[in-house]
């Protein structure tokens, strides 16, 4: 198979994961685009096709996104990028890759054998959640995990959760793409593959949704932790490129 048929569909798949759960597009893209190119031209790539993802989903979820919520977990993600990308300097990324395992498998199969209360978490909680995905996101590459906890844990509908992921995570690609390109890291190569993988993407975006509209809010945050244990946290205690 052509490479870039292979990475079109992987990213129809990750686009509908992400059309079905508000995230997810790079769980599953990331591990596989690895294989067999450089994490370097990967990144960038999955941030492209992010955009392209959140910039469908936000016109389906836009009544349902609440700023009050969204500000919070925006603002605080700025100072974790910076946060992050210095971790990723100085701190070894095999430390950093285990301790993020061991985060995602503990509270996955936690998530899976109870149902955590659902109760309004006070404002806080949303400045440490958003300053961690920052971080997060500027060391890995993903750092959707503590904004995915925040929004389930609290006593928001399905759309409201849908809605905040979606539009926290286009402000990040958003602020990241526009870093990549300032850097370099947007290359013919990238643009390349992000023209051949936009179309899939988008259509698995579309088909996720559909499905997404006939799932009860209990199934709806059951699926998360199966995601984060496979392919994720296999993916974070791998060795780092």
Not at 18 to 27: E, R, S
Not at 63 to 77: E, G, M, Q, T, W
Not at 135 to 156: E, V
Not at 175 to 186: D, E, K, P, R, S
């Amino acid at each position: 198979m052509s490479p870039l048929l292979f990475i079109a569909g992987i990213f129809l798949v990750g686009g509908f994961l992400q059309g079905l759960t508000g995230f997810g597009a790079a769980l599953i893209a990331m591990p596989l685009l690895c294989l067999f190119i450089d994490v370097k031209t990967a990144v960038p790539l999955c941030v492209l096709n992010s955009i392209a993802i959140t910039s469908y989903l936000i016109t389906k979820l836009n009544s349902h996104i609440d700023f009050r919520k969204v500000l919070p977990l925006c603002l605080s993600a700025i100072p974790g990028i910076y946060v992050g990308s210095t971790l990723l300097h100085e701190v070894n990324s095999n430390i950093l890759s285990i301790c993020l395992g061991t985060l995602l498998i503990t509270y996955s199969l936690y998530n899976l054998a109870f149902s955590p209360r659902r109760r309004p978490l006070a404002t806080y909680w949303a400045y440490l959640a958003g300053f961690s995905s920052g971080t997060i996101g500027s060391a890995f590459s993903t750092g959707g995990p503590p904004t995915i906890i925040y929004t389930t844990l609290n006593d928001w509908s399905k759309d409201q959760i849908k809605a905040a992921l979606t539009a926290f995570f286009i402000f990040n690609s958003v602020v990241t793409v526009t870093v990549h390109a300032f850097t370099g890291l947007i290359t013919p190569s990238v643009l390349q593959m992000f023209t051949v993988s936009c179309p899939s993407v988008l259509v698995g975006t579309i088909l996720g949704s559909a499905v997404y509209n006939h799932l009860p809010r209990k199934t709806y945050v059951r699926i998360f932790p199966v995601f984060w244990l496979f392919p994720e946290s296999l993916f974070y205690f791998r060795d780092k490129h």
